[in-house]
């Protein structure tokens, strides 16, 4: 048997092997066995943690974004088809379920800001926003200003550097779709950007 | 320049919320509680419906097992007011025709039948002429409705016309047809006994084979056929066919000796 014959072989089998355990991986899930939602949790909170902060820009909004996406995870992994990875699976979960979170957030950051603008607070200088961390925090409120469609497509592709296919999966629209919002988004962001007065 | 903005900006955004894990145990621990919490009560929910659709379902087959959901479905239908409108189901007290042969005993005239309709017979029977035989039967209801409902109902004199309903087209039903428009609107007692003949003969375990059966017996009544009118009343008499016009059927064979004569 030739080498490269063998070697398609172990490679099918691994495949098949592979497929098998995550099958089986997706029926503990569909069936809210615990110890399957801790192996999912732990193998990838990390890029759901990631998301969810840059999509709502708040470390408390973004941990319940995390925590309802494991916890839905049961009864969303029904319209798992295996098509793309778990991880993409699952921030299309938290894609779904951010409305009300960005939302939430978005009210707590502007209630914030008020605060810090009232007489006595320390006023948002613009020569002071040139550090990363000020920088940061001025695009996630011009963030607050995108429609949510627009601020997930920015988000998936330029902050996490995700492909227009990869994005048009997790979001469910069509490539096309996905790079006009981001065209609408990086506009509208370029503009708010020189308003605030960062240079 | 603007673009570099940009870029900066979202570079710093990417940077900043990197690796950022601080509370993921504790989000963790949420999570399993949610997760147990969420199992339990779908358990619960389960633990509680699994029952009571059992029970209901048991209850049900019970129920139409012994006939004590058709008492309670008429008890309230009564109840309700809407008899009219919704026809009960036929009883399982009023059996049907058991066999051809089983109605018919004698091997020349089968049985009695049909709905003479609202006719109460018992009146017209005793009498010694057979006319007073109140033919009641309205001839209109028939029209276009198939010899559907086939009427087990108990043998109250008030007897109905057979039950309109409309189905299927059925061949024998111009049969039926024929024979009540000779004996109720004709009254053309022979043509009449054929057409009731002729539907027996077709359909002898037809929907309304009872009451053709009957009312050919009146027809031979009205002949003068004594003899074969009280083969034809007697499996009604001996309640072969339940309740139904058994009484009437009694009560005619009872006059019969004293002779009934003429039309």
Known sequence: MALSQLVTMTDTAFVERERALEGDFVARLMLGDRAAVAEA????????????????????????????????????????????????????????HARHHVRAAARRRYAMERYEREPGRGTSDPELLTGQRELAQVLERCLDALPLDQRVAFVLCEVEERSSTEVARIVGAPEGTVRTRLFHAKKKLRSLLEEEGVR | MTDD??????????????????????????????????????????AFLIPVAATFVAASAFGAASGTAHRAFEVVVRALG?????????????????????????????????????????????????????????????????????????????GHEPA???????????????????????????????????????????????????????????????????????????????????????????ALPAGIDGP
């Not at chain 2, 690796?19 to 147990?36: E, L, N, Y």
């Not at chain 2, 004996?183 to 022979?190: G, I, K, Q, Y």
């Open chain 1, 41 to 96: 949790y732990d193998a990838h909170h990390s890029a759901v943690r990631a998301f969810a902060k840059r999509l709502v820009g708040e470390t408390a909004a973004a941990e319940d974004l995390v925590h309802e996406v494991f916890v839905v995870l049961p009864r969303a992994i029904k319209s798992y088809r295996g098509d793309a990875s778990l991880r993409t699976f699952l921030i299309s979960v938290a894609v779904n």
């Open chain 2, 5 to 46: 903005l940009l870029a900066r900006a979202t570079r710093a955004l990417r940077e900043e919320t990197r690796g950022d894990d601080t509370g993921a145990r504790f989000t963790r621990s949420r999570i399993m509680a949610s997760v147990h919490e969420d199992r339990v009560k779908r358990r619960t929910r389960w």
């Open chain 2, 82 to 158: 809407i008899h009219a409108s919704t026809p009960p189901a036929p009883r399982t007290s009023a059996p049907r025709p058991v066999s051809a042969s089983a109605v018919a005993p004698a091997a020349r005239s089968p049985s009695p039948s049909v709905v003479d309709t609202a006719a109460p017979v018992v009146n017209e029977a005793p009498a010694p002429p057979p006319p007073p035989l109140a033919e009641p039967a309205p001839p209109a209801p028939l029209a276009a409705v198939a010899p559907a409902a086939p009427k087990t109902q108990p043998a109250t004199s008030s």
């Open chain 2, 164 to 254: 309109p309903v409309a189905s299927a087209p059925d061949p024998t039903f111009e049969l039926y047809k024929a024979a009540h428009q000779a004996h109720f609107v004709d009254r053309d007692w022979a043509r009449a006994l054929g057409g009731w003949d002729a539907y027996l003969k077709a359909a002898p375990r037809g929907a309304l084979a009872p009451e053709a059966r009957y009312n050919r017996a009146l027809c031979l009544l009205r002949l003068h056929r004594n003899d074969e009118a009280r083969v034809a009343l007697r499996p009604f008499a001996d309640g072969h066919y339940g309740t139904y016009r058994r009484e009437e059927a009694q009560k005619l064979i009872e």
